[in-house]
């Protein structure tokens, strides 16, 4: 084994496979520094080179781009609240407030040790772990990962905010936009209301760009100011990585979660980043301030995430199992260049495993030194005016959103989890319950029905189910216990937040609404089809009526009531402007797609923003509207992509990209 | 609809540059096929990263090597649907120039066959280029208490478990065939591919599952030489004149019309068979299939076939199939024609059969129009 260890290192160290591995990483740290893109559109733009590559070569940039971009993708999180993919979206609770603090420095390099070192801890375990993991992988039964999918709900215990039936009602709103589209059973549809758009459900990224980067967007576009309230990057390098030598164990116990979870195929590794976080909370005794800026609440996420994507090379490997999104389009690729993942992965192809190991560990050191020299220019970012900024950002997210299926409705799903976002920020619905809810619920859901066809009820006395439950138990006790408030300082908070009962009162009731309305779609079903979104949805008719009970007759200190208009830190700023102006902008530009196609919609959105909102001058408008129009034309190219279309292309047959 | 320039991606990039040299070879198409500096879309209803796409791209750069003119070949995936968006898309917008071609899988067949209300293409209207057969092994654990392809007879009486991707997904063919040849199995669906359905085999909680031939010899021999898994029959291939022969691949195992006489004593037939063998075909031999918009002309699907003859012989082409395309030779001309028809075609009668026994047996309703 030693020898093939050495033979694969030693092939990887030739200056041709490095370059490749550079250009993978280079290409991957971009990739996740935009919000929204991830490892899907990443490996799809360097798919059509692969071509002819040497396979060793081919792999190494692969993998390049794969394990970097949770390094990456916490800028984003970091500097703007906005998490750069579905990775760190855990990363923003405390990430942000750091940043907001004036300790950005600190958060990131936190983030980039945590994001090595996981990435690091990932490739060892694998080394030692992929000679055995086949009979332990396949000790995961329907049963177990139904329970494992429970674990993973349970984290809304921590995540649940100052109001318990606020954050469970919000669970079941994600359960049930999870459960949209075809029921795992049977195969009829949920909750489509005609619109074939809502046939395979809801996307993963819509959901996340809606009800994280939308809400901050809009908040930003207010306050008329930069990003950083104090000076940008702030001092603190050295903080950040003592912070996190003084956590060490943290991150190695993160790590080993992240990879355990990311080697488990079925589960998918998009809650990775909360199932870490909400470790952290549970098991942090002294002076915890989580949601408000705690280093630990990055230092957790960011070990995890790295770590997850090692492990999920194993199943990829060993299986030919794609663990997630980015996985299968990491497997495609390794059947292109003509290797088929199997057995033999472990026997007589153990060479190219290693390689594929050490090809990881490489890439993690490569990925956080460069974020490293990157922060300080990418820092500054956030002190431009965020009129500037805005713009692309939105422009940005509206690329990465309609990448989910390349149609105009993408935009109007994001328009539409955006509002909804919005108004859970402002009304303290913690938004990280509707996200677990929704990742969580179709594996809840299949993995059970699965369980109870294979095993029957006495699934529940296996022993791996009992562990697990067990685990979930103390998830739970431990959870609730040490629940995270994120949404801002408490006290007098409440009090008066009171005076705007009637619209938060108004807010529960149209979720309550969307509980009712997916009662009834469940009538039509079939009892396998209708099962699981009537028990969600009695259980959040339940605790919307008890949080409306709360709202209606609670004290006037009662922690069911929030409201960020009234208690944010922006209040009695002057230049705030009008709440709805970043939902009205975002409107425009899908208005405008609908009429004239994507691409024509953005120049004009752009043009119209700098100069009405912004009052740019002509020349910095046209400058900024050619750079961006040329950069999106030149991402869209290179992806081969068309935009989605309007009334426009609809009449008349129009040359790409306008087409 | 007014014709204007038919420009496409690289083309509008390239305009300014090439918009003389363009305009030349435009005017020189008429008389001779040349795609020369045009870039053809190739669409993919699918997304990254999974078979069709992965079977998209493995072609694309030797089409664009063979392809009169040598020009770009592009994969574009337009997802969504469960394959229906990218070719109704397909279906309302391409023109016959040749600069733009579907590839369709068994999932793109299935729901045209079964009628599903989102379905608005019409196969009938297309052209074939190419068609790209597949096959695939079913085996059973030997906790069954079978021990060779001989004993299928065992399994009568017994309850059978099988991890199905969901009634109308290509695991209807399974579930067809078995439910003829008078099989007992219980179908558990929700699965995410056959990948996941083998490891439930593997996890001991199925014990009959089928996957396709190359990741059959890659998976599943090892498991057949370490005795935890018994081979039962291959699906079979057809021979030129449309016959279910045994699989070149597997010569020594029966093809599922054998299994089915073991089974029952009877050669394979009646309307049952008929409604089996309609999308087995759609599912397997002619799983994936490439093709021109209507009104294309011959000199383009010629074009097109003279391209994929030569790129076969390609060095490139000889060291990758086999990882792509398992072990079966794609095919153009007659032999794609008559799987093209036998695969998109089926009669009212049969399709009716098909859908009154998934309502009733399975509860599948094919969505609302």
Known sequence: ??????????????????????????????????????????????????????????????????????????????????????????????????????????ALSAAFISSLFGGIVGAFILTFFVLIARPLILMFGSAELFMLALFGLSMVAVLAGRSLPKGLAAAAVGLLIGS??????????????????????????????????????????????????????????????????????????????????????????????????????????????????????????????????????????????????????FLGGMVLIGIEPGPSMMGP??????????????????????????????????????????????????????????????????????????????FGWPRPALLIGFVLAPQAETFFYQALQFNGWGFLTRPGVLIIGALTLASIYFGLKNRVDDTGPTGDAAVTSHTSRNVQIAFALAMIGFFAMALWDALDHSFLGAVFPLGVGVIGVVFGGILLLHLWRGHADHPAFFDYEIVGDHVGNEGNSWFWTGPAWLAGLVAGTALVGFYIAMIGFFIAFLRLRARASWLRTLIMTVAAAGFILGLAYMLSLNFPSGLLQASYDLPWPIR | MTDFITTTRRGAIGLALGAAAAFCFGTAASAEVSFEGKTIEWIIPFSAGGGSDTWARFNAPLLSKYLPGSPTVVVVNELGGGSTKGTNLFAARAKPDGLTILGTSGSTQFPYL?????????????????????????????????????????????????????????????????????????????????????????????????????????????????????PLFSWGVLDDDGNLVRDPTFPDLPHFGEAYQTMTGNAPSGPEYDAYFAFFTAGFPAQKMVFLPKDTSQEIVDAYQAAITAMKADPEYQANKEAVLGTYEQVVGKAADALFKKGTVISPELRKQVVDMLAADYGVKLGED
Request: charged share 10%.
């Open chain 1, 1 to 106: 084994m030693i020898d093939t260890l050495m033979t694969a290192l030693a092939t990887l160290l030739t200056l041709e496979h490095m370059a490749y591995m550079l250009l993978g990483v280079s290409v991957g740290l971009v990739i996740g520094v935009i919000p929204g893109l991830g490892g899907i559109a990443g490996l799809s733009l360097l798919v059509p080179f692969l071509y002819g590559m040497d396979p060793i070569s081919a792999l190494g940039m692969l993998i390049g781009l794969v394990a970097v971009i949770p390094t990456s993708d916490t800028f984003s999180s970091v500097m703007m609240g906005i998490p750069g993919s579905s990775a760190s979206q855990a990363t923003v609770l405390d990430g942000f407030p750091l940043a907001k603090q004036g300790q950005a420095a600190r």
């Open chain 1, 180 to 329: 949209m589209g075809a029921a795992p059973a049977t195969g009829e549809f949920r909750m489509i209301f005609g619109t074939e758009y809502l046939y395979d459900g809801i996307p993963l990224v819509i959901i996340g760009l809606g009800l994280f980067a939308i809400p901050e967007i809009s908040d930003l576009l207010r306050k008329n100011a930069a990003i950083a309230e104090r000076n940008a990057l702030g001092s603190g390098w050295f903080q950040g990585l003592r912070d996190w030598w003084s956590n060490l164990f943290l991150s190695i116990r993160c790590s080993g979660f992240g990879c355990m979870i990311g080697a488990i195929p079925g589960l998918g590794g998009s809650v990775v980043d909360w199932i870490a976080y909400g470790h952290a909370v549970q098991t942090t005794k002294d002076n915890p301030h989580f949601g408000k800026g705690d280093i630990r609440g990055v230092i957790a996420p960011e070990s995890a995430n790295n770590a997850m994507q090692g492990g999920a090379l194993l199943p990829t490997m060993l299986f030919g199992i794609p663990g997630s999104g980015s996985m299968a389009v």
């Open chain 1, 349 to 426: 192809d153990l060479n190219i495993t290693y390689s594929i190991i050490w090809s990881l560990a490489l890439a993690n050191i490569m990925g956080a030194g460069i974020c490293m020299l990157l922060a300080q220019p990418i820092s500054k970012l956030t002190s431009v005016p965020f009129q500037y900024l805005a713009p692309c950002m939105i422009a940005l997210i509206c690329f990465a959103a309609f990448q989910a299926t390349r149609d105009l409705s993408d935009l109007v799903a994001l328009l539409a989890i955006g509002l909804v976002g919005i108004m859970m920020k402002r």
């Open chain 2, 114 to 230: 079964l009628g599903d209300p989102r379905v608005r293409y019409e196969y009938a209207n297309w052209k074939i280029v190419m068609a790209s057969p597949t096959g695939g092994v079913v085996y059973t654990s030997p906790s069954t208490g079978v021990t060779s392809p001989a004993e299928i007879g065992k399994l009568a009486g017994q309850k059978l478990i099988y991890a199905s991707q969901g009634a109308t997904s290509l695991d209807l063919v399974p579930l067809l065939g078995f439910k003829q040849s008078g099989l007992e199995v219980q179908h558990v669906f929700g699965f995410k591919g056959r990948g996941d359905g083998r490891l439930a085999f593997e996890r001991g909680e199925t014990n009959i599952d089928y996957q396709t031939s190359s990741a059959y010899i890659k998976n599943v021999q090892p498991l057949v030489d370490a005795g935890t898994a018994v």
